[in-house]
């Protein structure tokens, strides 16, 4: 089976930063990839998917790359809103997420 | 736009069982894939399975065999996910959300829109 490792599991980060979140599969998985954002009592909401592909509506300040085993999602000036636990979702078979990385106020 | 609301919370004995629906609406949606998706509190994202109700067979979690049942009605476009032999580690917020599906109508299997989710706890 498709293990995803996300790291870190927490970032302390100040508005402004770049901030780089990583997601790595045991095995490849091609660009099947998604990455999520939650905040607290919220559903999910999709940002990347396929690796790189930003979702309508999402800041261009969000980007994705990687495919094969690693992954990266990278916020390149951190804003307010931002402040959240991000998810990334392999779909080369059953989906599976990583373990969360939570971004936090420094 | 494609919106999905669950049924509200639920409050369930160990053993018993819990039924949680999705209705769709605002467009289609007995062609794509409907999936469950579970998060225990303070815990991350469990992908359970999965529907399409067009053609009625669901997947499901290896870890959920036997204990889920994965169902939908094209009638009413609601689609339900019911758990048996509940245990208190499936107190979590229950959420469905639907494969992304792009302009010209090919769906992939990232999940967007999600429903608001359904809070059940399970408890004696």
């Known amino acids: 089976d498709i293990q995803m490792t996300q790291s870190p599991s927490s970032v302390s980060a100040s508005v402004g930063d770049r901030v780089t979140i990583t997601c790595r599969a045991s095995q490849g998985i091609s660009s099947w990839l998604a990455w999520y954002q939650q905040k607290p009592g919220k559903a999910p909401k999709l940002l990347i998917y396929?690796?790189?592909s930003l979702q309508s509506g999402v800041p261009s300040r969000f980007s994705g790359s990687g495919s094969g085993t690693d992954f990266t999602l990278t916020i390149s000036s951190l804003q307010p809103e931002d402040f959240a636990t991000y998810y990334c979702q392999q779909a080369n078979s059953f989906p599976l997420f990583g373990g969360g990385t939570k971004v936090e106020i420094k | 736009q494609v919106q999905l609301v669950q049924s509200g919370a639920e409050v369930k004995k160990p053993g018993s069982s819990v039924r949680v629906s999705c209705k769709a609406s605002?467009?289609?949606?007995?062609?794509?894939?409907l999936n469950w998706v579970r998060q225990a509190p303070g815990q991350g994202l469990e992908w359970m399975g999965a529907?399409?109700?067009?053609?009625?067979?669901?997947n499901h979690a290896q870890k959920f065999k036997g204990r889920v049942n994965i169902t939908a009605d094209k009638s009413t476009t609601t689609a339900y996910m019911e758990l048996s032999s509940l245990r208190s580690e499936d107190t979590a917020v229950y959420y469905c959300?639907?494969?992304?599906?792009?302009?010209?109508?090919?769906?992939?299997?990232?999940?967007?829109?999600w429903g608001q989710g359904t809070p059940v706890t399970v408890s004696s």
């Open positions: 396929a690796a790189s």
């Open positions: 959300a639907r494969d992304f599906v792009r302009v010209g109508g090919t769906s992939f299997p990232w999940f967007d829109p």
């Open positions: 605002g467009g289609p949606f007995s062609s794509y894939a």
């Open positions: 529907i399409i109700p067009i053609f009625g067979i669901a």
